[in-house]
């Protein structure tokens, strides 16, 4: 081989090495060119942070946050979940029950032992109002797990991964919408 064609090889090599190997934010990048920051997905729509890509299966849309390189271990920083209630409140009285219901039961089914269980959380208002409960492992506070309901308890919403990626999840919630205003 010629000394320019094996430069050629060695070039191609090197750039097909560095696409595997920054698989994941090459693939969310083109999500992102492709659809831009939201999806539709049951009548409403669903904001997608940079660095973040969705799919649907059935009544649920997944939103996943991979690591910077296809090495990096565990293979996912966070993965939400979101999917309209297949009971939604329709007074308000309703959905303070149902609020109430939902933290009780987060309460006595999901809290395990080594874990501990943070306070509710109360995000945005009218529509955009969320109600979540959040568990840490004790020995191992950079992971959570969120369960909320959102848009006034018509949806349902869980977050698993790093707590340092949950600012992105709370702007999911908070930048979607199920009347397409956002």
């Known amino acids: 081989m010629t000394t ?10 090197m750039v097909g090495l560095a696409l595997l190997i920054f698989a994941y934010p090459l693939s969310a990048l083109w999500w992102h060119l492709t659809l831009g920051d939201k999806v539709t997905f049951s009548q409403s729509r669903i904001f997608v942070p940079p660095r973040w890509t969705a799919h649907t299966a059935g009544n649920v849309l997944f939103i996943f946050r991979r690591p910077l390189t296809v090495f990096s271990r565990p293979s996912m920083r966070a993965m939400a979940t979101l ?23 987060y309460r006595t089914k999901m809290v395990r032992k080594g874990t ?3 306070a509710p959380i109360l995000l945005g208002r009218n529509e955009s109002e969320a109600y979540c409960m959040q568990l840490t492992p004790i020995d191992n506070p950079k ?15 869980t977050f698993v991964g790093r707590t340092a990626e949950l600012n992105d999840f709370y702007r999911i919630i908070l930048q979607s919408s199920t009347d397409g205003s956002h």
């Open 4 to 13: 320019r064609v094996a430069a050629t090889v060695s070039l191609g090599m």
């Open 83 to 105: 999917g309209p209630n297949s009971h939604p409140p329709s007074t308000d009285i309703e959905r303070e029950t149902l609020y109430r219901n939902f933290a009780y039961i």
């Open 116 to 118: 501990i269980l943070g």
């Open 143 to 157: 992971l959570t797990d969120l369960a909320c309901l959102i848009f006034g308890g018509r949806w349902r919403a």
